[in-house]
């Protein structure tokens, strides 16, 4: 095994004696797997240098430490909501880390970035070639039928210049190690590459969860890359002020939690394709101030799909006329549609002869050896072969006639389907390629206390900046848990680790704010996208939808509980309150005459009733979910908590004060929710949205309590149940001196301007909010919803209580739900009827 000594001067940690047997232990029982290269382990036995600095630190932490440790970063990335999909699965998965980094030294790291960098100039000059002169084709270099054979050749691209003068802005290469420690490129990525930001989460939790060896082994950070990289979005535009949007294709993406931290990340947009429109050959996005320019688009949306009139017609993700803005150069967009060509494997096998052509040099970083059976001789090859070959499609979507098996080993093969595939490759060779079959290089995985190898594939990612391609220190690592993986994607069984980049001495600390001293300084709201305005809207009407179904529950516990006072005729409120949840949705018809418990307990469980606590919060965690990019991390994690504590399995509650008091939890949880919003986020339109759902959703709960329990019939208990449903009992005890009486109730709950409850005081705010929104008439003549507002304040403002009768009450509650549908037709998204603002010079 070696000695546990290490020669790196003073950067080593002294390790006491506890210290030295917990690594010497892990050395011991880590056990590499033959005929395989491994990270940890030289080829004598012995820890290489890197990974020994790293553990004699780690070991210096006692074994409940690091369960510690490690468990606060599983539990970080639970409450961050850090997650991604399966493709095919509807439901989102936490993202699963490795607790320990993958370690490169530098020297290492310097090749491999050279390799990478200059894989991304020859591949930007080949997508050039290909939708440009087509030389490669026409001088025999490549076979045509090895670019046009890929879907993601398109031919409507062919002869576009690519405005801002590349087709790549972002490309990433998998890398894998062989036995002999060569790394190998095995795929290329520059369809839209993914993982860059997961790279960046993996590094803020783990550095999180080992600060002193992060910053004892001088990693290098990651902001500079991303820096640059938005640098070059930049300047690829032609205005000084671009605005850059990430077309993403919605929240069902397999990695829409990665789009949305990219965006907040970054400062970009985060559209989908419906939030975009063209125009006289521009691209535009959807705010509540009408079309606004955009600039560069940075698509995570198949190239296919992002035209459905040029392109792929059954799209409904991308953006009608794209391709002809493009044509016309009046929008950036990285990377190219078309760019998914150079994925292929089939352009794998002519990759060294490209180099050599076109940059006059071999591949620094070679690819692993593939074979196109499009040519007879290579065909022959591999059949002859096969038990050594892994055979995959050559245009990578599935081997044909095994669909959707990615790729077949060889020597795995039964007699019949070794005849079958031999007879396909014979028919249409041009399908398939063969590969070599690589053993990659193994890692540390933390297993039980435990060390173990894994086998790994690292993502590394270059971006195309003012001053030329610059690699991401870093990278996107994926660990499988098989021993014998080939190629793996996230998935049951894969983990991802962070990627060390170890230097010499301690990193530069970078940032992503200007450096420059004459930043303008600004006060203006930004541009609000017409779909977030939506979704703000919403979450804010889900949770005070929540609130209101809390509060009848709690409220029919409360007075359950009081079995005294059913004596007195509390019964018929009780069963108003009972009435007032079934036709809220909170409970079905059929238990009209259950207890209060079961009663008060469908309200808050069961999430197939549409207007229970739980399918309410399930609605705002879905909503929040589309919008994470514009909150706050507390405000997800409050949220997720909401939605956590109302969705149990088995909600066996024995009595109403268990129900009270989980209803009472939950009220305090938004009311936490609540503070934070209105004390933390700035006033601009994203939270006036936000707080207009809520106002119009209380304005409108308001008054059916009122016309339920404030009635010229209502009894004491009836107009104290309304005076509890609005949380203004104390108000009313301190203003009135008597009992409680109807005409004041009534006044209370919807006139009086100085309670926040009531609904005069959720009209003033909304016709506020209106107010300070901006307009698309420059006429000085108040737009639909303004005018609706400001008419209904108006008159509420000069009605007094006795004029409130039961049609009066039901006529306000109308005219709310008629104000939410105007907000809705004014800002929210109206297809192609979307109009600008009346000035031309605000069509930015």
Sequence with gaps: MGTLSLSRGSAAPRTGRSAEKRLAGWIAGYLGLPGVRDELLAEDGS????????????????????????????????????????YGETGERSWPLSHLPLLIGEDEWRRIATGVEQRAQLLERVLADLYGEGRLVTDGVLPAAAVTGSANFLRPLQGVRPPGGRHLHLYAADLGRGPDGQWW??????????????????????????????????????????????AGLRGAATRSEPRICLLTPGPLSETYFEQAYLARYLGFLLVEGDDLLMREGRVHVRTIAGLKRADVIWRRVDGDFTDPL???????????????????????????????????????????SLSRRILGEEL??????????????????????????TIGSAFGDGVPGFRPVATLLGSDLGTADRARLIAAMHERGADFVGQE???????????????????????VFAASTPNGWRVMPGGFC???????????????????????????????????????????????????????????????????????????????????????????????????????????????KSHKHRSATAFATTALHQGE????????????????????????????????????????????????????????????????????????????????????????????????????????????????????LIDSQITYRSRYRSGVALAPARDMVMLDPYNPRSVAFQVAQIDAHLADLPSLRN??????????????????????????????????????????????????????SAKRPDQQPDLA
Aim: with cysteine; proline share 5%.
């Design 437 to 459: 079959v690589v053993k990659l290089s193994t890692t540390p995985f933390w297993e039980n206390g435990h060390l173990a190898p894994r086998p790994f594939t690292l993502r």
């Design 779 to 832: 006429d000085g003549i108040l737009e639909t919803p303004r005018r609706m507002s400001t008419s209904l304040h108006s008159e509420l403002a000069v009605t007094e209580a006795e004029e409130l009768d039961t049609g009066r009450l039901l006529a306000i509650e109308q005219r709310i739900m008629r104000l939410a549908d105007a907000v809705a037709a004014r800002y929210f998204l109206q297809g192609a």
């Design 478 to 588: 994926r660990i499988s848990d098989e021993a014998d993986a080939r190629a793996f994607s996230m998935g049951e069984g894969v983990r991802s680790a962070d990627v060390w980049v170890l230097g010499d001495k301690p990193a530069e600390m970078v940032t992503l704010l200007p450096q420059s001293e004459a930043v303008k300084v600004r006060r203006l709201m930004g541009i609000l996208p017409s779909r977030a305005a939506d979704n703000l809207f919403w979450l804010g009407r889900y949770l005070e939808r929540a609130e209101a179904t809390l509060r009848l529950v709690r409220c029919l516990c409360g007075r359950s509980i009081e079995t005294d006072s059913i004596s007195r005729g509390t019964r018929p409120t009780l069963e108003r309150l009972q009435r007032l949840l079934i036709g809220w949705g909170a409970v079905p």
């Design 310 to 352: 040029d392109l792929n017609a059954a799209s409904r993700l991308g953006v009608p006329g794209l391709t002809q803005a493009l044509r016309e150069g009046n929008v950036v967009v990285a990377n190219m549609p078309g760019s998914g060509a150079i994925e292929a494997p089939a352009l794998m096998s002519f990759m060294p």
């Design 364 to 389: 620094v970083l070679p690819n692993i050896a593939t074979w196109w059976c499009g040519q007879s001789r290579e065909r022959d090859e591999v059949i002859e072969r096969l038990d050594n070959m």
């Design 47 to 86: 820890p290489r240098s890197h990974w020994l600095h790293f553990l004699q630190a780690l070991a210096e932490l006692d074994a409940a430490e690091i369960a510690r440790r490690f468990a606060s970063a599983d539990r970080h990335i639970r409450d961050m909501g850090i997650s991604y999909r399966v």
């Design 609 to 724: 009733n549409y207007g229970s606590a739980v399918a309410l919060s399930r609605e705002a965690l879905r909503t929040a979910s589309v919008i994470r990019e514009r909150l706050s991390p507390d405000a997800w994690r409050l949220i997720v908590a909401l939605e956590a504590r109302l969705d149990i399995a088995d909600p066996d509650l024995p009595s109403e004060v268990e129900a009270f008091e989980r209803a009472d939890q939950a009220l305090r949880s938004l009311a936490a929710l609540s503070g934070l919003m209105h004390e933390n986020i700035n006033r601009i339109a994203g939270w006036r949205f936000l707080d207009m759902g809520r106002r119009i959703e209380r304005g409108i709960a308001t008054c059916r309590f009122a016309r339920l329990f404030a009635t010229p019939e209502a009894t004491a208990d009836d107009l104290d149940v309304v005076l509890d």
């Design 185 to 230: 490129v095995l795929g290329d990525r520059a369809q839209a590459p993914s993982g860059a930001g997961y790279a960046l989460e993996n590094r803020l939790v783990l550095s999180r969860a080992l600060p002193h060896l992060y910053n004892e082994m001088n990693v290098e950070r990651l902001a500079s890359f991303f820096q640059a990289f938005r």
